[in-house]
């Protein structure tokens, strides 16, 4: 007769409490292992979607679109975003567009010829248009002259009925980069309008991202905008600022919009962005805070001592007109989490908060400077009816967006002078600029307060 086989237990599974140590560590590995490879550390979706496979467009190699991205330093994510499904989504969105009544107009706008596109008004008269309680009321939003655009781009941009992205290079300052993570249905309901000058488009040519006899122009999901600076300003940035705060004037079919630096590329499918960050948090507007100021007096520091603009007794004479008009530091009284937020990235609902914010920081723009994060906690507290604002966490912008370093050869040696702009040379601040007893004395309570509630 046969002898049965005998089947022994493998000696390490001979101890249970070994066995389910060796199970425990190969989980924590498995984890630990994926969460060091994914992109998405902050980002969680309860399902996945179906996402489009196919590259949005292909780049000659000379190009280097994804050449010296800034790497992420944190290692864990203390505030996720949890993102519903794609499909549902997508359906939501769809419907709020639809609702017209939510996204009624309400405010009516200067319509008059002026010595520049954003106008010229007085801190009074500028003042005097924080209390929106008139409906009837004009409001100053720019446009006091045409906008330079052709005739084809503006109807197109009138056809944008949803979802827009909008982002801008001008000077040649950024690579155009295409974004990731878009569903399949996302280029058939979202709108993405890239606003460049003709030193920008020279570049383009230059690396044969678009024919030279080609009127419309489309680099993969971008829909390209030509703006003629002859009718705007000879500084960029400040050329920049109106897609990035008039795009409820340039889209003015649009329900929601994001605005995105040309340095970053979007990572994110932008309805499951505008889902999340605006519809879910039932907010105006929503935007990462700055990661290491809470005080617009300490952004206003920086931007003088590392010379974001070049006219430093101008942003003194900046922050005296806001300290005088009403500006408080930051403290735990106000609903917000911080006074300095990072615009990289603003996500907005089209309505009367949102268009009116827009409106009137647009303006501080043009009276002072394009550094939009000094004149925001200014607008942002004193005007009414209040800005419903999500400022989320630097480390989920991080996830939602990869950062790219500006561009560091540019093609402006083939471009005729007439075409380039002209540099400003920093205008140093008196030498007695401090020690004035005079100077900064109407933001001395905002530096005592600040000191108060740092050494509390």
């Known amino acids: ?102 996204f009624a107009p309400n405010l009516r706008y200067m319509m008059e010829d002026g010595d520049t596109f954003g106008g010229t008004f007085s801190t009074n008269r500028r003042l005097s248009y924080f209390n929106h309680s008139n409906e009837s009321e004009e409001l100053p939003c720019g446009f006091f002259k045409k906008f330079p655009i052709s005739n084809s781009d503006r109807i197109e941009m009138e056809n944008c009925h949803g979802v827009v992205v909008v982002s801008a290079i001008f000077d040649d300052h950024d690579k155009i980069r295409q974004p990731k993570g878009l569903g399949s249905k996302t280029l058939d309901n979202v709108c993405f309008f890239m606003f460049i000058d003709d030193v920008t488009l020279k570049g383009f040519r230059y690396h044969q991202l678009i024919p030279r006899k080609v009127l419309d122009y489309k680099i993969g999901a971008w829909r390209i905008v030509k703006v003629s600076r002859k009718n705007l300003y000879s500084n960029p940035a400040k050329n920049v600022v109106i897609p990035k705060y008039l795009v409820h004037r340039l889209f003015p079919n649009a329900k929601y919009s994001i605005w995105i630096n040309a340095q970053l590329q979007l990572m994110v499918d932008p309805l499951l962005l505008i889902h999340t960050l605006v519809v879910a948090e039932n907010v105006d507007m929503a935007i990462p805070k700055h990661p290491f100021f809470i005080h617009t007096m300490e952004e206003a520091m920086a931007t003088a001592r590392w010379k974001k603009w070049w006219d430093v007794e101008s942003l003194q004479r900046q922050m005296e007109t806001y300290c005088k008009n009403g500006l408080q530091p930051w403290s735990s009284n106000k609903p917000y989490p911080t006074d300095v937020p990072n615009t990289a990235i603003i996500l907005r609902k089209h309505g009367l908060s949102n268009n009116l914010f827009s409106c009137l920081l647009y303006n501080e723009l043009e009276a002072f400077n394009p550094r939009d994060q000094l004149p925001f906690a200014y607008v942002r507290d004193l005007m009414s009816p209040k800005l419903k604002l999500n400022m989320f966490e630097e480390e989920v912008l991080e996830q939602i967006a990869a950062e790219y370093r500006h561009n560091q050869k540019r093609v402006r040696s083939s471009i005729r002078d007439e075409e380039s702009y002209t540099t400003q040379r920093t205008k140093r601040a008196r030498s007695d600029l401090i020690v004035n007893s005079s100077c900064c004395s109407r933001c001395q309570n905002y530096l005592s307060e600040v000191w108060d509630e740092t050494h509390k």
Not at 87 to 98: A, K, M, S, T
Request: charge should be positive; charged fraction near 10%.
């Open 1 to 102: 007769m046969g002898k049965y086989a005998q089947y022994r237990t493998p000696p390490l599974c001979q101890s249970k409490l070994l066995c389910t140590s060796l199970l425990y560590l190969f989980s924590v590995m498995f984890l630990a292992l994926y969460n060091a490879l994914s992109p998405t550390k902050c980002l969680f979706r309860s399902s996945p979607f179906d996402p489009i496979q196919a590259p949005l467009f292909s780049y000659p190699s000379t190009y280097g679109e994804h050449n010296h991205a800034f790497p992420t330093h944190r290692s864990s994510c203390s505030s996720p975003v949890y993102f519903s499904d794609y499909w549902p989504v997508l359906e939501e969105i769809q419907n709020l567009c639809r609702n017209f009544s939510a």
